[in-house]
């Protein structure tokens, strides 16, 4: 029984680290406005100023119960502090961090760091498997980013 356990527990810790990649083992991809496998920032279309759409994103995280750890007004970026989900037997937390860039469009490009509450840190990104931290936060953070009013969403992987 003890070998039993030990061998699910080795299948399992391998399984981990496979799962938590890092998103440069694949090419680069997008933007498109189709979610692809590993995406790891969403960019949305917005029909504000870059410095309005800096202020009421920021008030979007807020209202969702983010604080920030650093907010820049000049470069209209910002890293939000972790916050925490799930529930005692599965909960995750990560930050935001927030750039906008407006060339003809403004555009609020979104991605995301995860803590596991160990001091382990991830980056979010597209897993499509809600069983892990990774595709729990990704899918919170997507959900969060997408509910603020946009033309189009975009979504990308470095």
Not at 17 to 36: D, H, N
Not at 60 to 74: A, I, R
Request: proline letters at 2%; glycine letters at 6%; a negative charge.
């Amino acid at each position: 029984m003890y070998s039993l356990v030990k061998s699910v527990t080795v299948v399992l810790f391998i399984s981990l680290i496979s799962s938590c990649a890092t998103t440069s083992e694949m090419s680069s991809a997008g933007p498109s406005k189709e979610m692809m496998g590993k995406a790891d920032k969403i960019l949305l279309v917005v029909n504000e100023t870059p410095e309005k759409a800096y202020k009421e994103f920021a008030q979007h995280l807020s209202d969702h119960n983010f604080g920030f750890e650093n907010t820049d007004d000049n470069l209209l970026t910002l890293k939000t502090d972790l916050q925490d989900y799930g529930n005692a037997a599965s909960s995750y937390a990560f930050s935001m961090n927030v750039s906008i860039r407006s060339d003809s469009t403004t555009m609020i490009i979104v991605s995301g760091n995860g803590n596991m509450g160990i001091g382990t840190d991830y980056e979010i990104y597209n897993t499509n498997n809600l069983f892990n931290n990774i595709g729990k936060s990704w899918d919170k953070m997507n959900e969060i980013v997408s509910s603020y009013p946009h033309q189009e969403i975009l979504y990308k992987r470095n």
